[in-house]
């Protein structure tokens, strides 16, 4: 059976994951030089030798990053080709697309230049290099989501629908939680077969909406907005907490009623931070935990049926986790940030 064959490559890519040890080796590093040569000792060489022509420290970096992941991406895809579960594996890829457009449009919000706003997008999804060099090139937010219109992108729908809304609130986040919850709701749609593998992604999808709207609520809750305004960003089809859950939490008052509210779910971790954590000035601990928890919930489908996708959608969740965390470690090198400070930031599972 093919599928056999797709979990033995995958079983292959797997072996050449960073673990732990590489990162505390990486964080060690005095500079971004010595990070840099570690790095030409794995997989991520010929990213490094490419970006190196052009580039130099977190630039050559970053860059490396971006060309591995995609070629990486690139051959998980050819796997799969025209096969039953290749839908799969798109729809986990397609988050990138969300991402890209989310920052192309964060650019065009604040006039950032081209190029930085080209040195932060990552060409994984259905998006390629050449179609997002274009989404730059437009002057605006509202030329960025003509042209997706303009090629008939399915993106374009649910930003077209809100941008007046934007438009009137000067308020970027709108247009962003309309894509999300496009994506997500997309997605399902396509999952909504018995199959095993339609099953397995199905439930990673559906923890992480409970991830994104527990995010936003607790955002909303810091930032006293209302909850019959904040009520419009939640996305249904979430797997522990549906519509009535979500807005007890929306209206719990505070960030500490929102965490007690949470004892009785899959996300009681919260409830368990350390009560110095708990105030309502911040919120990044708990958004470090629940990035940890959806991290931790993918990687477990490495240990799922051998004869279903799982261990794809799998590798992806472990290989941008990988990513992030170099990224996390030489961004944070950069800025001479102390190796205790650096590791609080990494997120291991």
Partial sequence: MYIEYVNARVRGMKRHLMDREFFERLMKKPDIDAIITELEKTSYHDGIEKASIQSSGLALIDQALRHHLVQTYRLLLSLVMNEQFERHVRIFLEKWDIQNIKTIMRGKNINAPADEILACLVPAGQLDEVTLLELVRQPDVRGVIDLLATWGSDYARPLTERFGKYAEKKDLAILEYALDRFYYERALRLLGGRSVDDRKARDLLTTEIDVVNIKSILRLIRDGVKPEDGKNVLIEGGKALDMPALLDLLNSGSIRAARSALRDTPYSFLSALPEKKAGNE????????????????????????????????????????????????????GAYLPEEEIREEVLYV
């Fill in 282 to 333: 911040t919120i990044s601990e708990y958004e470090k935990e629940l990035d940890r928890y959806i991290i931790d919930q993918g990687i477990q489908m490495f240990k799922g049926d051998p004869l279903s996708i799982a261990g794809a959608i799998a590798y992806i969740v472990a290989k941008n986790n990988e990513i992030a965390n170099i990224r996390i470690i030489s961004h944070c090198k």
